[in-house]
Antibody, heavy 116, light 110 residues
């Protein structure tokens, strides 16, 4: 059974940084691209970033480009999102997902709150 | 404002059929596969349809997808109260080099 478990969320002040992690199990991690998708509670889904199977290619939403960095570690079966220069509008539940153009498995998410 | 346009809400009676539209452009739906996701209250999204019209294992054939030009449609037949959820379309956008979602459609089964 594929499981994706996010961690690393929390409360951070504007301008601060956080690093999210996603631990993957039940899949051959190196076979898949991965994504981060966020959702403000009560609002819609927003694709944040994606990375291909070997980390050679990455993509970002315009809203986070230059501030967020996606990466992966195949030895740890883990996906990461380094978030810098955080803004109030980055407050959301962050999900990791298997796939980039189609996300077929989703984690439950980790909540990031940016507030002074 | 989402790149893909969905109606905010749809409703129908149990047992009836409903369709949810998703409108885009040539840089997204027009040249890429569309996926559909169901999000029940308080849960993570779940893949319902991929590659425009394919269902993952375990998804009942009451759910169907289609695409024509720069629009896609999700169909649900034999509506059940358990189908009440938010539904999202998603695809890739070549101009943005990013994934994109619709704003979501809330389905109410009256």
């Amino acid at each position: 059974e594929v499981q994706l478990v996010e961690s690393g969320g929390g409360v951070v002040r504007p301008g601060g940084s956080l690093r999210l992690s996603c631990a993957a199990s039940g899949l051959t991690f190196d076979d898949y691209g991965m994504s981060w998708v966020r959702q403000v509670p009560g609002k819609g889904l927003e694709w944040v970033s994606g990375i291909d199977w070997n980390g050679a290619s990455t993509g970002y939403a315009d809203s986070v480009k230059g501030r967020f960095t996606i990466s992966r570690d195949s030895a740890k079966n883990s996906l990461y999102l380094q978030m810098n220069s955080l803004r109030a509008e980055d407050t959301a539940l962050y999900h990791c997902g298997r796939g980039v153009t189609t996300i077929d498995y989703w984690g439950q998410g980790t909540l990031v709150t940016v507030s002074s | 404002q989402s790149v893909l346009t969905q109606p905010p809400s749809v409703s129908a009676a149990p047992g009836q059929k409903v369709t949810i539209s998703c409108s885009g452009s040539s840089s997204n739906i027009g040249n890429h596969y569309v996926s559909w996701y169901q999000q029940l209250p308080g849960t993570a999204p779940k893949l319902l349809i991929y590659d425009n019209n394919k269902r993952p294992s375990g998804i009942p054939d009451r759910f169907s997808g289609s695409k024509s030009g720069t629009s896609a449609t999700l169909g649900i037949t034999g509506l059940q109260t358990g189908d009440e959820a938010d539904y999202y379309c998603g695809t890739w956008d070549s101009s943005l080099s990013a994934g994109v979602f619709g704003g979501g459609t809330k389905l109410t089964v009256l």
